[in-house]
């Protein structure tokens, strides 16, 4: 635990040094604020078209940010030969992966503090903006993103031997992840008997994370009717009381199983030395 803090401190040291940092923090507030000046007339609650809009917003820039800020810390790490360094110390990968994960989330959540509060104290000031709860739901949602989309930034700086591979890799997740996504899934569900339909839809949903985190949202702000029949199973467990909780236990499963195999992946690499 003190080998995986202190490399931890490390990454976000270099991470608030990175000018990409700011440049993120600069480029997500000010969409968040363009936004809430076009769209919102007074104070919006639950799911409404400017609700929509912030959550493509975020689910177009948010992983691809992730993806890249992430992969590229092991990357650069690979070609600049810190890593040889870093291996010839007894630091288990364990704690350099917990540690990498744990700092970048540190330097992520500030990303989307200072974004998401930049923009909320101008939309106080100017008289429009979102309700309290509803900017608490698309703070959560962010966050569920970034967290999610960091175990696979990891995971693609593992199999990635170069910045230029991992911007390849960052790239392919993003687009398969977040914009090819519905229209595979489209294609996909018209070759499936009309049975199998709804367990093939709570599959492949449970296996895309930026699909997942959307849907808890969009239900979570009172817009389940807009899913459609074949989510009514997703409804009715998200308005449980017990739906956030299972749903903070899925992203913990999600996120230790993307590290598990991120981990294996770099011992295995470790041990060709």
């Known amino acids: 635990m003190k080998q995986a803090w202190v490399v931890a401190l490390r990454e976000m040291r270099m991470g608030f040094r990175n000018p990409w940092a700011y440049t993120y923090i600069l480029i997500f507030a000010l969409f968040m604020m363009t936004l809430l000046m076009i769209h919102a007339q007074g104070y919006v609650k639950g799911y409404s078209s400017t609700t929509a809009t912030t959550l493509n917003l975020v689910l177009y ?19 600049e030969g810190s890593w040889d360094l870093l291996a010839s110390y007894p630091l288990s990968t364990v704690s350099y992966l917990m540690g990498k994960y744990g700092g970048l989330m540190i330097v992520l959540l500030v990303i989307i503090s200072l974004g998401f509060g930049a923009a909320g104290v101008l939309g106080f000031f100017a008289g429009t903006g979102f309700r309290g709860e509803t900017y608490a739901a698309l703070f959560a949602f962010a966050v569920s993103i970034a967290l999610t989309f960091l175990a696979l930034a990891l995971l693609a700086g593992t199999l990635a031997a170069s910045r230029w591979q991992a911007l390849a890799f960052a790239v392919a997740i993003w687009f398969f992840l977040v914009i090819a ?34 849907l808890f949202t969009v239900v979570r702000l009172g817009g389940g009717a807009v899913l459609g029949p074949e989510y009514y199973d997703w409804v009715q467990w998200i308005r449980e009381p017990a739906g956030v909780l299972m749903y903070a236990v899925f992203l913990i499963v999600w996120i230790g199983a993307i590290l598990g195999i991120a981990h294996l992946l770099w011992e295995r690499g470790r041990g060709r030395g």
């Open 61 to 79: 820039l948010l992983p691809l940010m992730t993806l890249m800020l992430g992969s590229f810390s092991l990357t650069g790490e690979k070609e």
């Open 181 to 214: 996504w519905a229209p595979i899934l489209i294609a996909l569900l018209g070759f499936l008997p009309y049975a199998w339909i709804r367990p093939a839809v709570t599959l492949l949903t449970l296996l895309n994370p930026a699909e997942l985190a959307r």
